[in-house]
Structures are given as C-alpha cells and as structure tokens.
C-alpha cells in the first residue's frame, strides 16, 4: 500500500539558528567559567541533544487507501465525517481559544496552518484532530478521495 499524500515537517531553518545561537551562549559561558575542556564538552552535548530532538519532533503524516497516519496515531478514513483545511488565523483560533481539551493536537509550532479533521468512531470519544500541516488543502484533497477498494 503506497500512501496518496506524505508530508514530514523538520524544524525551519530560523529554529535551527535561534536554538544553535542559545548553545552557543550557553558554551561561551562555560568556556569563560570553565575553559576549553568543558567548554568542548558542553558544545558537544548540545549539539548531539539537538540533533535527537530535531528528528523526535518532526511529524509525520501519510494517507493511505485505509487510514490517515499522524505521528504514532493512526485513524481509519471511514469514521472520517469533516474535513476543515485552516488558514492561519483560524488554526491560532481553534488551537486557542476554541480549543477542545478532548481532541486530539498533533500541532508544530512553526507551521501555521492545518487541518481540522471531525469523525465518528464509536469506540473513540475525541471529537476532532487537529493537525499542523504546511500542505493542508493537499491533505484535505488526500483525505476526500475515495479509497481505491
């Protein structure tokens, strides 16, 4: 089963470089208090900290014949009832104030669109997705589509 829509989304570049600029601080300090060694050392330990949660925050999304697979969370597209692609106002306003503490938020700051996504499962009682995706119209379009059964 080859998925009809895939999208990863790594962390921007201007996060890359605020967080590097923070390290980067915090190393001249060390270095300043501690001398080279530490200094080393601590860059080293960040860097390496960075590089595990740059690949542990990226979120995964495909959409298969079946199922629609966000992160670890998977949701099978027949309970699929709504479908709401978001512009940027309107995803700050449903992951705001109109948020449902029930629903289920696969959200990235630094993307600031997505999809609402409402369903029917009678074994689920989350009321919504709510899913952080730069491509929302495309995984909307994915997700209407009829599966090839």
């Known amino acids: 089963m080859s998925p009809s829509f895939k999208e990863r989304t790594p962390w921007p570049i201007w996060l890359w470089l605020f967080l590097l600029f923070l390290a980067g601080s ?38 298969d014949e079946d199922s629609l697979h966000v992160g670890n969370a998977t949701l099978e597209r027949r309970y699929i009832t709504a479908l709401t692609p978001l512009s940027a106002s309107e995803m700050a306003k449903i992951r705001g104030p109109l948020a449902n503490p029930s629903a289920y938020l696969a959200l990235r700051f630094w993307i600031s669109t997505g999809v609402k996504i409402e369903f029917s499962d009678p074994h689920d009682q989350t009321p919504y997705w709510l899913v952080s995706s730069k491509k929302a119209h495309q995984l909307a379009d994915a997700l209407i589509k009829p599966s090839a059964a």
């Open 26 to 63: 915090l190393s001249l300090a060390i270095w300043a208090a501690l001398g080279n060694s530490w200094a080393l050392i601590s860059t080293l330990v960040q860097f390496l900290g960075l590089l595990y949660l740059s690949q542990s925050t990226v979120l995964a999304i495909s959409v």
